[in-house]
């Protein structure tokens, strides 16, 4: 201390009451009560400290599981689609077998019909469906003009003929359909 302070020290009388006005439950406190709490404080901060380190390792634990399900998805979430497509595929390679070996056009136009309705049954069960707008009135966020034919038929901007039909997932636009829209005859 420098000299000022030892000086304002030695003038301010030392108040020996400040201790008796702390609240007596301190005052009363033995040497081996305050290490029973000391203790009990150090008990519960450890037991505190690893519930802690058990939540991040929990926490790690989750993040690294959620990471790996997130992969698995990304990576195999087209495996029941694939599985429904196999048998399109079979169906068409048979067919392909078929008419290389035997010109009998009725069977072929058989099995094509059913491999056309096994694969429309397995887009409909995954949330595809086609968009075939012929005879309706042109869509500009589901249809693509192709361009514009002149007639009398039907009201103008109808769609008149299909060009290639568009397809929708879950009712989200995958591929508009490709149209030819109709226009007032001149």
């Known amino acids: 201390m420098d000299k000022e302070q030892e000086q304002v020290s030695e003038e301010i ?3 020996d009451n400040q201790e008796a006005s702390a609240p007596d439950q301190e ?6 009560e ?8 150090r008990n519960k901060a450890d037991e505190h400290w690893e519930q802690v380190v058990r939540a991040r390792a929990e926490m790690d634990n989750l993040k690294k599981r959620h990471q790996r399900e997130l992969e698995n998805a990304h990576k195999y979430g087209l495996e029941k689609f694939v599985g429904e497509l196999l048998g399109v595929w079979d169906s068409l390679e048979m067919g392909y077998q ?4 035997n010109h009998d056009v009725e ?7 059913l491999t056309l309705k096994m694969l429309s049954d397995a887009m409909t069960k995954f949330g595809v469906e086609q968009i075939d707008p012929e005879g ?7 249809h693509q003009a192709m361009g514009m034919v002149p007639t009398g038929d039907v009201p ?3 769609v008149v ?4 039909k568009g397809y929708s997932l879950n009712g989200r636009l995958v591929r508009p359909a490709m149209v030819m829209v109709s226009q007032a005859a001149s």
């Open 136 to 142: 309706q009135p042109f869509d500009p966020d589901l």
């Open 27 to 32: 005052q009363d406190l033995s040497a081996e």
């Open 156 to 158: 103008p901007n109808t």
């Open 107 to 113: 069977k072929l136009l058989e099995g094509t019909e």
């Open 98 to 101: 078929a008419a290389r070996e």
């Open 13 to 15: 009388p030392a108040n």
């Open 161 to 164: 003929q299909v060009v290639q």
């Open 34 to 41: 305050l290490g029973r709490m000391l203790d009990d404080a």
